[in-house]
C-alpha cells in the first residue's frame, strides 16, 4: 500500500499511521543444493502494476523479472487489480495459492474510498504445480467483523499443532470507539472457507498496524521460534514461540536509519545454504521498491545491517510488498520453463495487412491498427506436442487462443489434456504465400487458422481466398 501514510494522515485520521499489510508465509525451508528462489509482488499504481508479476533469484539478493517483465496473473474479479500478495506452499508441497489485496488505486477507487469502504475480500488463485493457476476467487474475510471496512495485505502460515493455515491481514474498523487498522486472523486449510475472524495484533491507542509478516527460525538460532516484522510507525520486530501465543517485544530498525516514515511492506528470506536472512523492505517514500536488509539473527536487533552498495539488484521492474518462496530443484526447473521470457508478438493478416488478431471481451477477430495488448501474443513452445505452438495474451496471461468448434475466442488455460489440444497449433509455410506463415490445429490436422468476415475461424482451406485468409506473418 504506496504512500498510505501521507495520503490519509491528511484525510483521515491524523493520529492512525497506515502502512500496507503483509505477511509472510512459513518458508518451507530447501535444502542446500536447491537452486533459488521465487518472489510474487505487483509493481505499481495503475490497472497493470496492480496485478502479479513473478521474479527470480539464484543467490536471494539479484533478481531477474519473469516473463520478460509481464504480468504472471491478472485478477478478473472484485476491483480487478490485486496488491500485496503472499505465496503459500502446503507442506507436502502438493498445492500453493496465491492470496492478495483485492484493490486497484486510480482504477475507479481512491485511497479514500478503499480505506472507508473498500473491499472486505481477498483475491486468491490456487496451483499445483506454479505453473498452471485456477481461475481467481473472492474470499470474503472481512465481512464478518464489525465495522469492518476492508481487508488489506493477507498473509497465511502453516500451524502444525492444528494442522490448518493462520490466515491474517489488516482490517480499518472501530473497536472501543477508536477507529485504525488492526491485523486480524482466521483458521482455514483450503483459503474457500474461514474460521469467524479474531483481533491479532492491537496497538495502543489511536496506533494503526498493517504490514506484518512472520518468518520461522530454526531451533539454535535466536530465542524464539517465530519472528515477525510490522509497519506501525517503525518496522518493529517481535518473537514468540506459538504463532497465537504471546509476542515480546524485540526493538525495531530505527538505530540503522529506517522508520515507517520510509519503509513498508516487510517480506523476510531465509538464505538456503547458511544461517542469513534479509529483511526486504518497500522504499515507499522514495518511490523505490524493495531493498535488503541483512541478519544473522532475526531476533537480534544488532544483527541487523544496510546492504552495501552494489551487492543486490532488483532487475528491471519495480519490486512491491509481496513474498518469496525457496523453490526446489523440480519447481525451480519448472518455473524458468514456464515464464521464460519469450517476446511478444502481433499476428498479421497477409490479406488485410492493416488488419490483426485481436482478443475483444475473450472474443477473436482481425481488426485495424491495433497496437495495445489486445493484439499481443507470446508464442509459447506448444501445450500439446513437440515442434508447435500456442498463443498466450500478453494483457491476460494464462489464456490462450483456443478453438472451438469452428470458433475462436481467448480462453483460460485449466489445464486439461483437451484444452492444450485446442490450444495447440503447428506453424507452416504460409498458404498464400511461403515467406509468411499458417497454423494448422493440432487435433485437427486438416483445419488452419483463417479469417472469415474479420472473425477468427478454424476451417479447412480449399479455395485461394481461404489459402490467403489463412496466412498470416508474427511481427513485432
Same mark, same amino acid.
Given at each position: 500500500?504506496?504512500?498510505?501514510?501521507? +495520503?490519509?494522515?491528511?484525510?483521515?485520521?491524523?493520529?492512525?499511521?497506515?502502512?500496507?499489510? /503483509?505477511?509472510?508465509?512459513?518458508?518451507? +525451508?530447501?535444502?542446500?543444493?536447491?537452486?533459488?528462489?521465487?518472489?510474487?509482488?505487483?509493481? &505499481?499504481?495503475?490497472?497493470?502494476?496492480?496485478?502479479?508479476?513473478?521474479?527470480? *533469484?539464484?543467490?536471494?539478493?539479484?533478481?531477474?523479472?519473469?516473463?520478460?517483465?509481464?504480468?504472471?496473473? +491478472?485478477?478478473?474479479?472484485?476491483?480487478?487489480?490485486?496488491?500485496?500478495?503472499?505465496?503459500? +506452499?502446503?507442506?507436502?508441497?502438493?498445492?500453493?495459492?496465491?492470496?492478495?489485496?483485492?484493490?486497484?488505486?486510480?482504477? &475507479? $477507487? =481512491?485511497?479514500?474510498?478503499?480505506?472507508?469502504?473498500?473491499?472486505?475480500?481477498?483475491?486468491?488463485?490456487?496451483?499445483?504445480?506454479?505453473?498452471?493457476?485456477?481461475?481467481?476467487?473472492?474470499?470474503?474475510?472481512?465481512?464478518?467483523?464489525?465495522?469492518?471496512?476492508?481487508?488489506?495485505?493477507?498473509?497465511?502460515?502453516? %500451524?502444525?499443532?492444528?494442522?490448518?493455515?493462520?490466515?491474517?491481514?489488516?482490517?480499518?474498523?472501530?473497536?472501543?470507539?477508536?477507529?485504525?487498522?488492526?491485523?486480524?486472523?482466521?483458521?482455514?486449510?483450503?483459503?474457500?472457507?474461514?474460521?469467524?475472524? $479474531?483481533?491479532?495484533?492491537?496497538?495502543?491507542?489511536?496506533?494503526?498496524?498493517?504490514?506484518? /509478516?512472520?518468518?520461522?527460525?530454526?531451533?539454535?538460532?535466536?530465542?524464539?521460534?517465530?519472528?515477525?516484522? *510490522?509497519?506501525?510507525?517503525?518496522?518493529?520486530?517481535?518473537?514468540?514461540? *506459538?504463532?497465537?501465543?504471546?509476542?515480546?517485544?524485540?526493538?525495531?530498525?530505527?538505530?540503522?536509519?529506517?522508520?515507517?516514515?520510509?519503509?513498508?511492506?516487510?517480506?523476510?528470506?531465509?538464505?538456503? %545454504?547458511?544461517?542469513?536472512?534479509?529483511?526486504?523492505?518497500?522504499?515507499?517514500?522514495?518511490?523505490?521498491?524493495?531493498?535488503?536488509?541483512?541478519?544473522?539473527?532475526?531476533?537480534?536487533?544488532?544483527?541487523?545491517?544496510?546492504?552495501? *552498495?552494489?551487492?543486490?539488484?532488483?532487475?528491471?521492474?519495480?519490486?512491491?510488498?509481496?513474498?518469496?518462496?525457496?523453490?526446489?530443484?523440480?519447481?525451480?526447473?519448472?518455473?524458468?520453463?514456464?515464464?521464460?521470457?519469450?517476446?511478444?508478438?502481433?499476428?498479421?493478416?497477409?490479406?488485410? /495487412?492493416?488488419?490483426?488478431?485481436?482478443?475483444?471481451?475473450?472474443?477473436?477477430?482481425?481488426?485495424?491498427?491495433?497496437?495495445?495488448?489486445?493484439?499481443?501474443?507470446?508464442?509459447?513452445?506448444?501445450?500439446? &506436442? =513437440?515442434?508447435?505452438?500456442?498463443?498466450?495474451?500478453?494483457?491476460?496471461?494464462?489464456?490462450?487462443?483456443?478453438?472451438?468448434?469452428?470458433?475462436?475466442?481467448?480462453?483460460?488455460?485449466?489445464?486439461?489434456? $483437451?484444452?492444450?489440444?485446442?490450444?495447440?497449433?503447428? /506453424?507452416?509455410?504460409?498458404?498464400?504465400?511461403?515467406?509468411? =506463415?499458417?497454423?494448422?490445429?493440432?487435433?485437427?490436422?486438416?483445419?488452419?487458422?483463417?479469417?472469415?468476415?474479420?472473425?477468427?475461424?478454424?476451417?479447412?482451406?480449399?479455395?485461394?481466398?481461404?489459402?490467403?485468409?489463412?496466412?498470416?506473418?508474427?511481427? =513485432?
Amino acid at each position: 500500500m504506496p504512500a498510505v501514510l501521507s +495520503r490519509l494522515a491528511a484525510i483521515f485520521v491524523a493520529a492512525c499511521l497506515l502502512f500496507t499489510a /503483509q505477511v509472510v508465509t512459513t518458508p518451507q +525451508r530447501a535444502a542446500a543444493a536447491d537452486p533459488g528462489y521465487l518472489m510474487t509482488h505487483f509493481i &505499481g499504481e495503475g490497472s497493470t502494476g496492480q496485478q502479479m508479476y513473478f521474479s527470480y *533469484s539464484a543467490d536471494g539478493l539479484n533478481w531477474t523479472d519473469l516473463n520478460g517483465g509481464g504480468m504472471t496473473l +491478472r485478477s478478473t474479479v472484485g476491483t480487478r487489480g490485486v496488491r500485496d500478495p503472499a505465496l503459500v +506452499r502446503s507442506p507436502d508441497g502438493s498445492k500453493y495459492w496465491i492470496i492478495a489485496t483485492d484493490l486497484c488505486i486510480g482504477c &475507479g $477507487q =481512491s485511497w479514500g474510498d478503499s480505506t472507508s469502504n473498500g473491499s472486505r475480500n481477498l483475491v486468491v488463485w490456487e496451483s499445483r504445480d506454479l505453473v498452471t493457476w485456477s481461475q481467481p476467487w473472492l474470499l470474503n474475510v472481512a465481512g464478518a467483523i464489525p465495522d469492518g471496512r476492508n481487508a488489506w495485505a493477507p498473509e497465511a502460515i502453516w %500451524d502444525p499443532a492444528t494442522n490448518d493455515y493462520v490466515m491474517y491481514w489488516a482490517t480499518n474498523a472501530t473497536l472501543n470507539g477508536v477507529l485504525k487498522h488492526r491485523i486480524y486472523y482466521a483458521r482455514t486449510s483450503d483459503f474457500h472457507s474461514i474460521t469467524t475472524p $479474531q483481533l491479532y495484533i492491537d496497538r495502543p491507542g489511536t496506533q494503526g498496524i498493517i504490514d506484518t /509478516q512472520i518468518v520461522e527460525v530454526p531451533s539454535g538460532v535466536g530465542n524464539y521460534r517465530y519472528v515477525r516484522a *510490522s509497519g506501525d510507525g517503525q518496522i518493529t520486530l517481535e518473537g514468540s514461540n *506459538s504463532i497465537l501465543g504471546t509476542w515480546t517485544n524485540i526493538g525495531n530498525l530505527s538505530g540503522i536509519g529506517l522508520t515507517g516514515s520510509q519503509v513498508e511492506g516487510p517480506m523476510w528470506m531465509k538464505f538456503r %545454504d547458511r544461517n542469513e536472512w534479509t529483511l526486504y523492505l518497500d522504499q515507499y517514500a522514495a518511490g523505490k521498491g524493495y531493498m535488503p536488509v541483512a541478519a544473522t539473527n532475526p531476533s537480534a536487533i544488532g544483527t541487523y545491517h544496510l546492504p552495501t *552498495s552494489g551487492t543486490y539488484s532488483m532487475g528491471g521492474t519495480k519490486k512491491r510488498h509481496g513474498s518469496i518462496l525457496n523453490l526446489t530443484a523440480a519447481e525451480d526447473a519448472r518455473i524458468q520453463a514456464r515464464w521464460a521470457n519469450v517476446p511478444a508478438k502481433r499476428l498479421q493478416s497477409f490479406n488485410f /495487412q492493416d488488419r490483426y488478431v485481436r482478443h475483444s471481451n475473450f472474443d477473436v477477430r482481425i481488426d485495424q491498427n491495433v497496437t495495445n495488448d489486445d493484439a499481443r501474443f507470446r508464442p509459447r513452445p506448444g501445450l500439446a &506436442g =513437440s515442434g508447435t505452438v500456442s498463443f498466450e495474451s500478453v494483457n491476460f496471461p494464462g489464456y490462450y487462443l483456443r478453438s472451438d468448434g469452428s470458433d475462436f475466442q481467448l480462453v483460460h488455460n485449466d489445464g486439461t489434456t $483437451q484444452f492444450a489440444e485446442d490450444a495447440t497449433f503447428r /506453424q507452416v509455410a504460409g498458404l498464400a504465400d511461403s515467406t509468411w =506463415s499458417s497454423f494448422q490445429s493440432y487435433n485437427h490436422p486438416d483445419r488452419y487458422i483463417r479469417h472469415y468476415a474479420f472473425q477468427l475461424k478454424l476451417e479447412t482451406i480449399t479455395t485461394a481466398t481461404g489459402r490467403s485468409d489463412a496466412t498470416f506473418r508474427l511481427t =513485432s
